[in-house]
Nanobody, 126 residues
């Protein structure tokens, strides 16, 4: 089955850290640009970070720049989002996406990609 499988979300206190993983199943992730998105209750989906197929190019939304780091391990067919200094405003459902055509940062403004992950809840609360 061709899909992206996310893991790593949960509950964390403000100032804490989490790492999200996005593993490709049934296809080779190194042929795809990967993006991370989030959607908080009552808000539109926000593209927050992306990484090129090689991993050489990355981009971040201003809301997460300096706190989040995107990476990928093509040998493991997996992309990651390391989230540090988390704030309550980071609470959202986080999604990864992969596309064979769109490049970074254009993937962050696209409503359509080849694959989407199932979504992973991240809650930042004391």
């Amino acid at each position: 089955q061709l899909q992206l499988v996310e893991s790593g979300g949960g509950l964390v206190q403000p100032g804490g850290s989490l790492r999200l993983s996005c593993a490709a199943s049934g296809f080779t992730l190194n042929s795809y640009t990967v993006g991370w998105f989030r959607q908080a209750p009552g808000k539109e989906r926000e593209g927050i970070s992306c990484i090129s197929r090689s991993g050489d190019d990355t981009d971040y939304a201003d809301s997460v720049k300096g706190r989040f780091t995107i990476s990928r391990d093509n040998a493991k067919n997996t992309a990651y989002l390391q989230m540090n200094s988390l704030k309550t405003t980071d609470t959202a459902v986080y999604y990864c996406a992969a596309d064979s055509w769109l490049r970074c940062p254009h993937i962050l403004s696209s409503a359509w990609t080849d694959y989407w992950g199932q979504g992973n809840q991240v809650t930042v609360s004391s």
